[in-house]
């Protein structure tokens, strides 16, 4: 009997101590999880500050790059349309977008409807970003929502109607943005889950997709009046260097605040970013010098310019050498491709969106497939817990990401072409037509569109009112 109460005892604090170790194990794991989802105030505070510089890329930074490149009579146009467009998608996003780009996965090529109106998304961490709340990764990347329709403006400026660019914004937005990003950065998207395909901070989602959409909105609106037999030189360079200086800022955030955290490649993709752009400013102004005889200023802020955007989808995946050649192909490809624009002469690009976005996002999403490092970004790769099927072709001497990177970009192409169409189309219907007519483009969007001119001098003759109250000859009197 003492035996058997002494096994019984024994089993029992046998058991207990088990039950003891479950315990102590569960709470260590709760705790680690816990931990895991915990808000970094240091984290959350640069992606804060991240969401900012970006906003600022769009106005004032490419409000003030894109309107000191048209003529003094669509400067108020161009303004308008970069202002609007950060309070139509921070609806848009708040709505419906950021569920389409970000919402549970639909068939690997959309968001669902679950997050509509932001519902579910709160300010707890979320498994886009485990250290800050997720409105904070949301606002963030409505952030990129803004600016990438508005970077396509710049090819139909000075001749689309205001409320066609409105409606145009708005469909392409929900058609074309939304779409691919997530199929490249949301969970389960078919590009960058699927495939493996890398993209840091926007190469193909916001400079390839709008790249391919400006050259499509060229196509169809046709050239501005005068295109190719009249001067339409800049008419305000301090605007454009302004507004270079302000983007090469501002894309820190872009580009660093991809890293969704203050870390290491955060400060990687920083540096990276930096480099590339002074190495693409000063190949653009070499390139132009030994070509035309003399640098310019708008030589080096579209250089500037052009290696922002070729560093955007590699930045957060290669070390400073190859930043510093992926800056300088840039500036030079970029230069020869808007030069190329004018020889072609069959569509005008007003201020060279295909040219800078279009092929430096394209180079830009091909060079991260030749020199993405584990050595940068470990956590990108398979082995990291990443999509990536192999670093870059120069770095591993495999073809597989290099392969991927190519299908991306094929894919964008095909998505913006198809989506850009269709927004066009759905806009003309709606509106009446995309296009100004000739008596209001002659007169200037500033004018026709808005009722207001951006320059009073005084003593002049040339009011809004009157100008617009006259017969399209009395016009050209007047402004002559």
């Known amino acids: 009997m003492e035996r058997r109460h002494r096994s019984f005892a024994a089993g029992y604090w046998c058991v207990r101590s088990s039950l003891a170790l479950a315990a102590v194990l569960a709470?260590?794991?709760?705790a680690h999880a816990e931990e895991a989802l915990k808000v970094d105030s240091g984290d959350t505070a640069w992606m804060l500050t991240s969401s900012a510089l970006v906003l600022m890329m769009t106005a004032p930074g490419l409000a003030l790059f894109y309107g000191g490149l048209v003529r003094s009579k669509n400067v108020l146009g161009l303004l308008m349309q970069s202002f609007v467009m950060v309070a139509l998608i921070s609806i848009q996003?708040?709505?419906?977008?950021?569920s389409l780009a970000f919402g549970p996965d639909h068939g690997h090529v959309m968001g669902g409807l679950e997050w509509l109106g932001l519902r579910g998304v709160g300010l707890e961490p979320s498994a886009y970003a485990a250290t800050i709340p997720h409105q904070a990764f949301m606002i963030y990347q409505c952030m990129f929502a803004i600016i990438t329709p508005a970077l396509i403006t710049g090819a139909f400026a000075e001749r689309m109607k205001f409320s066609a660019f409105l409606l145009f914004s708005l469909l392409w937005a929900t058609l074309v943005y939304d779409p691919l990003a997530h199929m490249v950065w949301g969970k389960g998207g078919l590009l960058g889950t699927v495939f493996g395909a890398l993209d840091f901070a926007g190469g193909t989602v916001v400079h390839i997709s709008s790249g391919t959409s400006a050259l499509v909105c060229a196509v169809v609106l046709g050239k501005r009046l005068g295109y190719g037999s009249e001067p339409m030189p800049p008419h305000n360079m301090p605007f454009v260097l302004t507004g270079a200086a302000l983007l090469w800022v501002g894309w820190f955030g872009f580009n660093a605040g991809s890293a969704l955290a203050a870390n290491a490649l955060a400060t990687s993709a920083f540096v990276a970013t930096n480099t590339a752009t002074a190495a693409a400013s000063l190949s653009w102004m070499f390139a132009e010098w030994l070509g035309r005889?003399?640098?310019?200023?708008?030589?080096a802020a579209s250089g500037a310019v052009a290696g922002l955007v070729a560093i955007t989808p590699?930045?957060?995946?290669?070390?400073p050498m190859p930043a510093l050649v992926i800056g300088a192909v840039a500036g030079v490809l970029c230069y020869g491709a808007c030069n190329l624009k004018t020889v072609l002469g069959w569509y005008d690009d007003a201020l060279d969106v295909v040219g800078v976005h279009g092929v430096g996002g394209s180079w830009g999403a091909l060079a991260t497939g030749l020199w993405a490092s584990a050595q940068v970004n470990p956590g990108a790769f398979k082995a990291g817990g990443g999509s990536a099927v192999s670093e870059g072709l120069l770095i591993s001497g495999q073809w597989g990401l290099f392969g991927c990177q190519v299908v991306?970009?094929?894919?964008?192409?095909?998505?913006?072409?198809v989506g850009s169409l269709l927004c066009l189309a759905i806009t003309g219907v709606v509106v009446g037509g995309l296009r100004v007519s000739e008596d209001d483009e002659f007169a200037g969007l500033d004018l026709s569109q808005h009722s207001e001119s951006a320059y009073v001098f005084a003593g002049g003759s040339y009011s809004a009112h009157s100008a617009l109250g006259a017969r399209p000859a009395e016009q050209r009197s007047a402004m002559d």
């Open 93 to 98: 996003w708040v709505l419906w977008g950021y």
């Open 293 to 299: 005889g003399k640098p310019t200023i708008l030589g």
């Open 408 to 417: 991306a970009v094929l894919l964008t192409y095909v998505l913006a072409v």
């Open 27 to 30: 709470l260590a794991s709760l």
């Open 314 to 319: 590699a930045s957060g995946f290669v070390a």
